[in-house]
């Protein structure tokens, strides 16, 4: 990813890069899959996790949201940072960095550690990420192979947050920690593969680097986030402090946004924000992996604390999701050419919608076939409609600001895949722990333990026994399904009014 286009400068040793393309395409989608899984890996291991490290319902929701929230302001700041100093550099100190995190979270002792250590992955994954896109484009010089390039890219970028509650299942069958030291071993495959086969490059080697404009991006958009979760549940500072800590956010970016239309070299070419067609597409993916990420966590706890899945069996669950999400991005290809950007992505938005509203009328009984059904229809639908959105970005931008469309279009990814959970999940906290009404024979202490979350209640359960920790459980259970719920609600309202803004404000192909 550039954030702007220039004809790059390339130091490659050995062989011309543009001989093993294929190679490079290859190791840079894996790189990039670490880095898309990671965002949803916990879902699954929430309730492992919970049991294991008890945290609150707000560190529960950073440990999950920490990375992806970090990862999105980062974005094109390590991507003006690979244009500078070299791409290849930065992505080989972030498989570095991201290798120490791993190991860090999965020894975590404390919840406050493991934030940190997701913090850390999140800024090398931020580090890794612009590359991979940048990288392609430098070493795909002819049109049509990059055309198929990009759209593996694409692919890989969408599936890697369908698959991450799949890997999840599975490895922490072993241990929860596994799900982060399974990044070792690949890191350290990677890592002289990276060294091998990456070429150097550096398009602003002699470009200032403006580190106000970063410091605002990433203050902004932390604070943002961090406002918005207090908001929701008040652990750590009253609502009236929760809202400054927001709007103060609000006017960070604000003068973000006022300083890329005066500078010479902006971070961010705010100025695409003014094609209509552009800022739509930015919606819809922002939309798009916002529902698909946020209902993800819900969802795969509904399957484990609800239904009483085990993680295994959860992730089997959820293997409709992903591959619809592989088929819609196969079948989008096609989709697109023959019905327009406006019909494919409104009805991908729309069919996610769909797929969700069976859900309003399920309690605590299992779903088998409807809920393989709505996994389907929300798969298929998110994939299609991102990869429209996609298509939709780059075509409203000129070939002179590709690499900016580019650095938009992931930051409004990652931002979309923080907010999901940060949102959905700060929701269904405030509807969750007001339902959740006193059990007779559970001390007050427990009951408070058990509002803060279904897999916090679950924990508190076990630990009473008994018939009053098996009547805990239950009225968790029916109160985490009334917050889903409204969790669905709100979901299937955005996904409907962006469908139809979609709809209405882009161009007829």
């Known amino acids: 990813m550039t954030v702007t286009q220039a004809a790059p400068s390339v130091r490659a040793a050995g062989r011309d890069p543009h001989s093993r393309r294929w190679s490079i395409l290859v190791l840079l989608c894996l790189s990039l899959l670490l880095i898309t899984v990671d965002a949803t890996v916990l879902h699954i291991a929430v309730p492992a996790l919970t049991a294991a490290l008890e945290p609150s319902a707000v560190q529960l929701l950073w440990i999950i949201d920490v990375y992806s929230l970090v990862v999105a302001p980062l974005l094109v700041m390590f991507g003006t940072l690979g244009d500078k100093y070299g791409r290849k550099r930065l992505v080989l100190w972030g498989f570095v960095l991201f290798g120490v995190a791993s190991a860090a979270a999965a020894c975590a002792p404390t919840p406050l550690t493991l934030i940190l250590a997701r913090a850390l992955l999140g ?9 991979t896109l940048s990288l392609i484009r430098q070493v795909f010089t002819d049109r049509r192979e990059r055309a198929v390039a990009l759209g593996v890219w694409s692919a890989v970028a969408a599936a890697g947050a369908a698959v991450g509650p799949l890997v999840g299942g599975v490895l922490v069958g072993f241990w929860w920690g596994a799900v982060f030291l399974i990044n070792v071993p690949i890191l350290l495959v990677l890592l002289p593969a990276a060294i091998r086969l990456l070429p150097e490059s550096r398009v602003h080697a002699g470009r200032p680097w403006d580190a106000v404009s970063a410091i605002l991006s990433v203050a902004g958009i932390l604070a943002l986030a961090f406002g918005l979760k207090e908001a929701g549940s008040g652990s750590l500072m009253p609502f009236w402090a929760a809202v400054l800590v927001f709007l103060t956010g609000v006017g960070l970016l604000v003068a973000f946004v006022r300083r890329q239309t005066r500078l010479p070299a902006p971070f961010l070419e705010v100025g695409l924000f003014r094609r209509r067609d552009f800022t739509t597409g930015v919606a819809g993916v922002l939309l798009g992996v916002f529902a698909l990420v ?18 295994v069996r959860a992730a089997l669950r959820m293997l409709p999701l992903v591959l619809s999400a592989i088929t819609g991005g196969l079948a989008a290809a096609h989709i697109l050419p023959r019905i327009g950007m406006r019909a494919t992505m409104s009805g991908g938005l729309g069919l996610v919608a769909l797929a969700l509203t069976p859900t309003l009328t399920w309690g605590v009984e299992g779903h088998p076939v409807m809920l393989a059904i709505c996994f389907v229809g929300i798969g298929f639908g998110v994939q299609v409609a991102l990869l429209a959105a996609s298509d939709t970005i780059m075509a409203a931008a000129p070939e002179s600001q590709a690499g900016g469309a580019a650095a938009i279009e992931e930051t409004a990814y990652e931002l979309g895949a923080g907010l999901g959970v940060a949102v959905l999940g700060t929701i269904t906290t405030i509807v969750y722990a007001p339902g959740l009404r006193p059990v007779p024979g559970v001390p007050e202490g427990g009951m408070d333990q058990a509002r803060q979350s279904l897999a916090a209640a679950a924990h508190v359960a076990d630990q009473v026994g008994g018939s009053a920790g098996g009547a805990l459980l239950d009225a968790a259970r029916w109160a985490f399904v009334n917050a889903l719920h409204t969790t669905v609600v709100v979901s299937v309202v955005l996904l409907s009014l962006t469908a139809a803004a979609v709809a209405m404000l882009l161009r007829r192909d």
């Open 294 to 311: 946020g209902l993800q966590l819900m969802l795969a706890q509904y399957l484990q604390l609800v239904l009483g899945d085990s993680p």
């Open 123 to 131: 800024v090398g994954g931020a580090m890794i990420m612009p590359a």
